[in-house]
């Protein structure tokens, strides 16, 4: 839905983990993320580069907003 964001948490292989924080926030389950038309995710910073590649490989993001630090690390990770 409009105006909805969340938070991830998962491996390097784009599989979830669950936590404790899950209980305490209102935010769209992993089911209605993959079930969105349109996913867009906001990150900068190349110390997200795992987080972000994770919630990629898991098919949670099909347009990514990122700055050049964060652009530059993707692109050496996926070179790995």
Do not use: K, W
Request: overall charge negative; some cysteine; glycine content about 12%.
């Amino acid at each position: 839905a409009e105006g909805r964001h969340g938070v991830l948490r998962g491996d390097a292989r784009g599989t979830a983990v669950e936590g404790p924080v899950e209980d305490s926030v209102i935010a769209a389950s992993l089911a209605d993320l993959r079930a969105a038309r349109r996913r867009i995710a906001v990150a900068h910073g190349a110390g997200r580069a795992p987080a972000v590649l994770a919630a990629v490989r898991a098919g949670l993001v099909d347009i990514l907003v990122c700055d050049i630090p964060l652009r530059d690390a993707l692109a050496e990770l996926e070179g790995q």
